[in-house]
């Protein structure tokens, strides 16, 4: 992993950058098809499209969790676009979290516990003490304070996203990216998650990436990207069009 | 640990399924090699005890009992270059009925007590006291033969038509006086119904740095001279007999208990292969939010060796209660069976971490390797 020279106000600036997933011997899907972002430090991205857009995978590129065919990316300063497996997992504890669709929280662990788990993974070690002071500070600034140590299966939708959410900020990183967090919940537990998550960005500086199909989370981004057929593409209004709500039909 | 244990905890049933089989292979390996060490130690003892001696026997039989050689030829075996002293000896069955139990069996032991030649001289006390030269009705006993009789110093032992006082518990050996009733020729020739010059082996001692071969060749030739047709076993002659019984006996038991330790070692690695494609999205949540290849190569291999190690420790927990039950069982016939030797219990750690490590290897590279975007799809 190379430290690139870049503009410090971004803290990722993605160029022409393309993946292709092989399926089988002969058929190929592009996922991305030379995709150009700039994120502000500080800002609140939103990432809409169509299912099969390539959203996901942006975001898994822009994670570090998969990296891109050609291209380059500049993740806070540094050139992830070919590095190394062992130095993209160290550069994601540090300065990526993620919050999934369906929240991937370990059944078999408290909600301390799974907020812990990237603090796991930490070296220089943390004390077992330290690791559950800041567990449970991410937990309350959550408010689930009184929910520590309650197994997933005991908490509800919401408050499972919430422990989602505590976990991906609970190490700091410089990015929290979120897929679809609000898929699995209802209209109005997905509207508390995601206020949630404008409120970190708003008193925190907290610099959030976000997939949604929902047009009215978009509007209130500081940026809202649209994505199809693995590339960003420009407001139309035919794109906008499927994803503003119905008007109520005339009889 | 505790995120190893915790994961474990989520599917109990396989896992101590699992733990169960290698309990059963670390069981067997325990319980067999218990029964190899007991002989190897036996073994071992025997050499140490006999020490460079070569028995001279009747021809006409191979084992010392039975038979029957002149005292006089004594004398002759004496007088042979290299022989440092010849000790006459008379072993008869205590209890003809033990012929039919090889295990169990104790026998009668007519040695020579003169000062300086008596073999009861390289041997330990545990109560009592040794037999003195012209002991009469006295014997000393190995402590086989006391639990198997329930006797102890003090005590008659009834020996073929007469009772005999115990004046002497002997230390165990781990070899033949464990099971041996010492007393003297004369005694011994009474019991057995033996001729006043009668004896029926020859324990002939030898000089340091003597060829215990050739010279047994000797003692043959001495002996036909005398009209006595004899065969001798030499310590050498021993020392091959039982190094290569005891190598045959080694290789069947340790072949049978590495086939079963290999089946324990194969339920573990199926459990693990089975548990990574079971958790592939849980090993893909962990690796996006940092976890490293060898945090996850780690946590999975120490799954594996956790099952090991706690299948070891209950196969090895039960080895030793049903060791201990059957020798209590064998005692009252004064047999002990099974031998837990600290190397054993060593080698029974070492083989469950080593099935272990195997079995978990594979497993957790699996995991280690998956493509965390891969993982986290996977329902």
Partial sequence: ?251 | MTQILRSMSRRRGRAALTILGVSIGIFAFVVMGALAEKMNIHATSAQRYYGRCIWVLDNRVYITFGGSLPMSLRKKLQAVDGVRYVSPRIFGPLDYADLRNPLALCAIAGVDLTPGHSPLEGLALARGRMLRRGARGEVVIGCAVARKYDKDVGDFLRVHREKMRIVGVLEPTNTDPDSLVFMSLEDARRVLAMERDEVTAFAVYVEPNEDAEALAEVLVHVAAREGVPVHTISPEEIQRNVGSALSIFNGIVYACTIIAVLVGTLGIANTMVMSVSERAREIGTKKAIGARTSDIFVEFLGEALVIAVVGGAIGLALAVLATWLLNARLAEGGVTLFIITARLVCAAFAVALVAGCIAGIYPALRAARLDPVQALRSV
Avoid: W
């Fill in chain 1, 1 to 251: 992993m190379e430290h690139a020279t870049s503009d410090n106000k971004l803290i990722v600036r993605a160029r022409g950058l393309v993946k292709v997933y092989r399926l089988g011997r002969r058929n190929t899907v592009t996922a991305l098809a030379g995709v150009d972002l700039d994120v502000p430090r500080g800002s609140f991205t939103v990432v809409m499209g169509p299912s099969g857009s390539g959203k996901s995978t942006l975001l898994n590129v822009l994670g570090c969790l998969d990296t891109p065919d050609e291209g380059t990316l500049i993740v806070d300063g540094r050139d992830v676009t070919r590095a190394r497996r062992s130095a993209l997992s160290d550069f994601r504890l540090r300065t990526v979290g993620f919050v999934f669709q369906q929240f991937n929280l370990l059944p078999h662990l408290t909600a301390l516990e799974n907020v812990m788990l990237p603090l796991n993974y930490r070296r220089p070690r943390l004390s077992a003490q330290e690791k559950r002071e800041r567990a449970a500070a991410a937990l309350r600034r959550v408010g689930l304070g009184h929910r520590l140590h309650h197994r997933p299966d005991e908490l509800s939708g919401g408050e499972q996203q919430r422990v989602g959410i505590a976990r991906a900020m609970v190490n700091e990183p410089k990015i929290i990216l979120a897929d679809e967090p609000t898929g699995e919940l209802d209209t109005k537990t997905g509207a508390e998650v995601i206020e949630m998550m404008y409120e970190l960005n708003r008193e925190r500086g907290q610099t959030i990436i976000l997939v949604t199909h929902d047009y009215a989370v978009g509007q209130r981004a500081d940026q809202l990207v649209f994505m199809s057929d693995g590339r960003i593409v420009p407001r139309l209004a035919e794109l906008e069009a499927p994803l503003a709500p119905a008007p109520p039909k005339q009889s």
